[in-house]
T-cell receptor, first 112, second 118 residues
Framework: SQKIEQNSEALNIQEGKTATLTCNYT??????LQWYRQDPGRGPVFLLL?????KEKRKERLKVTFDTTLKQSLFHITASQPADSATYLCALDSNSGYALNFGKGTSLLVTP | GAVVSQHPSWVICKSGTSVKIECRSLDFQATTMFWYRQFPKQSLMLMATSNEGSKATYEQGVEKDKFLINHASLTLSTLTVTSAHPEDSSFYICSARDLAGGPGDEQFFGPGTRLTVL
């Protein structure tokens, strides 16, 4: 069955450092992969989309890599800030049209 | 950016009652909307795909007679939880794709509705 795995343990880092989150998947051949941010009690907010033919994509302090051989995506936040503290979700296309399958998310806590 | 709203943001009801949740795309049209459910510390689980003007497509294990979906216009989809029970207590989130969007384009999520069934 298709699986999306994200590190379930919370990631605690110091302000200014780079946070790196991992998303691994099995039994998928995704055309694209997306990363979302979710704050407590709120819906997910889109951050970045990377397609299968792209190795890396950047947006301001965010960087995403996509290795279809390793079946892995890495999500980096450089110069992290306490405001970056949230849960970050990895999502892949599902078998249901344009709906998404989500990982459980990794909680990031950035301390001053 | 595109905005999706949900109403209500939270609801508490008695067991056996029905609850309707609205999902609206405020500044774009959406032929397709999606309904997800999220339990604490869990991932979002797709419940159904709502198609404007046609029947919704439900995921395996989701009872279509219990979770009624209506997508009457290009900007509104509703989810009705019928005869709600405590196990239906969850965070319900909808999302929508812009009519002009292509495969893989971002989805816009609503803020979610917290349902608590007593």
């Amino acid at each position: 069955s298709q699986k999306i795995e994200q590190n379930s343990e919370a990631l605690n880092i110091q302000e200014g450092k780079t946070a790196t989150l991992t998303c691994n998947y099995t039994n998928y051949s995704p055309a694209y992969l997306q990363w979302y941010r979710q704050d407590p009690g709120r819906g997910p907010v889109f951050l970045l989309l990377i397609r299968e033919n792209e190795k890396e994509k950047r947006k301001e302090r965010l960087k995403v890599t996509f290795d279809t051989t390793l079946k892995q995506s890495l999500f980096h936040i450089t110069a992290s800030q306490p405001a970056d503290s949230a849960t970050y979700l990895c999502a892949l296309d599902s078998n249901s049209g344009y709906a998404l399958n989500f990982g459980k998310g990794t909680s990031l806590l950035v301390t001053p | 950016g595109a905005v999706v709203s949900q109403h209500p943001s939270w609801v508490i009801c008695k067991s056996g009652t029905s609850v309707k949740i609205e999902c609206r795309s405020l500044d774009f049209q959406a032929t397709t909307m999606f309904w997800y459910r999220q339990f604490p510390k869990q991932s979002l689980m797709l419940m159904a795909t709502s198609n404007e003007g046609s029947k919704a497509t439900y995921e395996q294990g989701v009872e279509k007679d219990k979770f009624l979906i209506n997508h009457a216009s290009l900007t509104l989809s509703t989810l009705t939880v019928t005869s709600a029970h405590p196990e239906d207590s969850s965070f319900y989130i909808c999302s929508a794709r812009d009519l002009a969007g292509g495969p893989g384009d971002e989805q816009f999520f609503g803020p979610g509705t917290r349902l608590t069934v007593l």
